[in-house]
């Protein structure tokens, strides 16, 4: 048979075919200087399941994402738990069967300490002769999550069953191979955490360096649970809502403490257009979610954006530039950024405010809401959704030095912000480069 007469055809031994879709056949190949085995030789599925619904015990529960793997998520009393769940001994791996596509996998580790996971992620365990953080490693690599993807089936969710994936070949190093290049990765790993940790200083030293210079103090207990200072209070200015405030318990050695109502020349909630009209959602105007909002100083990149039509039919409120958007409600109540287009929009659970530039830079706003983050969230105990709405906003205290030290406070920090940020981004490149490095020597 001439291959230059078959090279649009792929031939599959008939006791390779496990699933009659055309996709897998097709499928990258994987080339490999070491041998290449069946990873079902090599793996086993932990499908065992437990009952932790003792209710007067608390289980700790296991997640699993793209960005961290395997962590502890929270706890659980047993009284609410309704199904058995599996459970993760250190070294056993897991994966989300409709998400791997996207390096939804992780390993448990000594480091945590949850070990039950629900029964919807598939587990499993490494035979004698592979190593499971070489492994992991092995299934993060690019080339292995494309052959991943391309094994994944289901018309309308795609997935990876455990059989699927133990038909998986990968290479095989030896034992001491593997553990040479997982400690070689991890030695990268650790300049990676050294660089994110001088990151995690800096950001810190923000904090202190804000206080020191606005000479901020928090009104706490001491250990008997009475107040170690006294906060005097107009009783014209107290009492909109009878729930506790953060934000009101400061004090400042320097300056005077003001509420954001007496800089706030305008203030307005964000609002969605209807998703039945998609002529309101192709054009060039940002549109901000929650997640769009990511701790920088001014807004950048958005998800989504609008059309001018969906401003010109009041559909969606206008922010200009040098506004601030604050998320209000949800998960991620508190963060804060200052609008840096000209025109910018955003969904119902922000808030933009205009602040008066003649008292307050919005740059130097920005660096106290976001370094004081406890200033920004209300007490929710009996809550399941955070929410801060425009009154909660407007009766936030903020200290308010001469705009030349407010100058000068944001100049230091944006100084700071941009150091941190090239820090984390260098861990990042080490990252990326110690896996990139790890897959070329296996794969070449």
Same mark, same amino acid.
């Given at each position: 048979?001439?291959?230059?007469?078959?090279?649009?055809?792929?031939?599959?031994?008939?006791?390779?075919?496990?699933?009659?879709?055309?996709?897998?056949?097709?499928?990258?190949?994987?080339?490999?200087? %070491?041998?290449?085995?069946?990873?079902?030789?090599?793996?086993?599925?932990?499908?065992?399941?437990?009952?932790?619904?003792?209710?007067?015990?608390?289980?700790? =529960?296991?997640?699993?994402?793209?960005?961290?793997?395997?962590?502890?998520?929270?706890?659980?009393?047993?009284?609410?738990?309704?199904?058995?769940?599996?459970?993760?001994?250190?070294?056993?791996?897991?994966?989300?069967?409709?998400? =791997?596509?996207?390096?939804? =996998?992780?390993?448990?580790?000594?480091?945590?300490?949850?070990?039950?996971?629900?029964?919807?992620?598939?587990?499993?365990?490494?035979?004698?002769?592979?190593?499971?953080?070489?492994?992991?490693?092995?299934?993060?690599?690019?080339?292995?999550?494309?052959?991943?993807?391309?094994?994944?089936?289901?018309?309308?969710?795609?997935?990876?069953? %455990?059989?699927?994936?133990?038909?998986?070949?990968?290479?095989?190093?030896?034992?001491?191979?593997?553990?040479?290049?997982?400690?070689?990765?991890?030695?990268?790993?650790?300049?990676?955490?050294?660089?994110?940790?001088?990151?995690?200083?800096?950001?810190?030293?923000?904090?202190?360096?804000?206080?020191?210079?606005?000479?901020?103090?928090?009104?706490?207990?001491?250990?008997?649970?009475?107040?170690?200072?006294?906060?005097?209070?107009?009783?014209?200015?107290?009492?909109?809502?009878?729930?506790?405030?953060?934000?009101?318990?400061?004090?400042?050695?320097?300056y005077n403490i003001v509420k954001l109502q007496e800089l706030i020349q305008q203030i307005n909630t964000g609002t969605t257009p209807s998703t039945k009209r998609p002529e309101y959602f192709c054009g060039d105007i940002k549109f901000y979610t929650p997640s769009d909002i990511d701790g920088n100083m001014y807004l950048?990149?958005?998800?989504?954006?609008?059309?001018?039509?969906?401003?010109?039919?009041?559909?969606?409120?206008?922010?200009?530039?040098?506004?601030?958007? %604050?998320?209000?409600?949800?998960?991620?109540?508190?963060?804060?950024?200052?609008?840096?287009?000209?025109?910018?929009?955003?969904?119902?659970?922000?808030?933009?405010?205009?602040?008066?530039?003649?008292?307050?830079?919005?740059?130097?706003?920005?660096?106290?809401?976001?370094?004081?983050?406890?200033?920004?969230?209300?007490?929710?105990?009996?809550?399941?959704?955070? =929410?801060?709405?425009?009154?909660?906003?407007?009766?936030?205290?903020?200290?308010?030095?001469?705009?030349?030290?407010?100058?000068?406070?944001?100049?230091?920090?944006?100084?700071?912000?941009?150091?941190?940020?090239?820090?984390?981004?260098?861990?990042?490149?080490?990252?990326?480069?110690?896996?990139?490095?790890?897959?070329?020597?296996? %794969?070449?």
């Amino acid at each position: 048979m001439h291959s230059d007469r078959y090279s649009f055809l792929k031939f599959v031994r008939y006791q390779d075919v496990l699933l009659w879709d055309n996709k897998r056949y097709f499928t990258t190949q994987v080339s490999s200087t %070491f041998p290449l085995v069946r990873l079902g030789n090599y793996i086993n599925e932990e499908s065992l399941r437990y009952s932790i619904s003792d209710a007067t015990k608390t289980y700790g =529960i296991l997640g699993v994402n793209n960005q961290i793997g395997i962590f502890d998520a929270y706890k659980e009393s047993g009284s609410k738990i309704k199904q058995k769940y599996k459970k993760m001994q250190v070294g056993w791996l897991a994966y989300n069967p409709y998400r =791997i596509n996207v390096g939804s =996998i992780g390993i448990r580790t000594n480091v945590h300490h949850h070990e039950y996971i629900s029964p919807a992620y598939v587990v499993f365990s490494c035979k004698e002769g592979l190593l499971p953080e070489f492994l992991f490693l092995l299934m993060k690599t690019d080339l292995f999550n494309k052959i991943i993807r391309e094994n994944t089936t289901g018309s309308v969710r795609q997935n990876l069953n %455990f059989s699927v994936l133990s038909n998986l070949q990968i290479p095989l190093l030896s034992l001491e191979e593997q553990n040479s290049m997982v400690a070689n990765y991890n030695k990268s790993l650790y300049l990676a955490y050294q660089y994110e940790q001088q990151a995690s200083d800096k950001e810190d030293g923000i904090h202190q360096y804000i206080n020191k210079q606005l000479g901020i103090k928090q009104v706490t207990s001491n250990k008997l649970g009475q107040k170690s200072s006294l906060q005097f209070i107009k009783y014209k200015d107290t009492l909109l809502r009878w729930d506790i405030w953060k934000g009101n318990n400061i004090i400042s050695s320097k300056y005077n403490i003001v509420k954001l109502q007496e800089l706030i020349q305008q203030i307005n909630t964000g609002t969605t257009p209807s998703t039945k009209r998609p002529e309101y959602f192709c054009g060039d105007i940002k549109f901000y979610t929650p997640s769009d909002i990511d701790g920088n100083m001014y807004l950048g990149e958005s998800e989504r954006t609008l059309s001018q039509k969906a401003i010109v039919d009041k559909k969606a409120h206008i922010f200009q530039k040098g506004d601030l958007l %604050f998320v209000g409600i949800g998960s991620t109540v508190g963060k804060v950024g200052v609008v840096n287009d000209d025109m910018v929009s955003s969904n119902q659970q922000i808030t933009g405010f205009t602040l008066d530039t003649q008292a307050i830079i919005p740059e130097y706003a920005f660096v106290y809401m976001n370094s004081n983050k406890d200033i920004t969230t209300a007490e929710q105990s009996k809550t399941t959704l955070p =929410i801060v709405n425009q009154e909660k906003i407007k009766n936030i205290h903020i200290p308010l030095p001469p705009l030349d030290i407010q100058n000068k406070i944001v100049a230091h920090i944006k100084e700071q912000m941009a150091l941190a940020k090239q820090l984390k981004q260098k861990a990042k490149e080490i990252r990326a480069k110690a896996l990139e490095e790890f897959e070329n020597e296996i %794969f070449g």
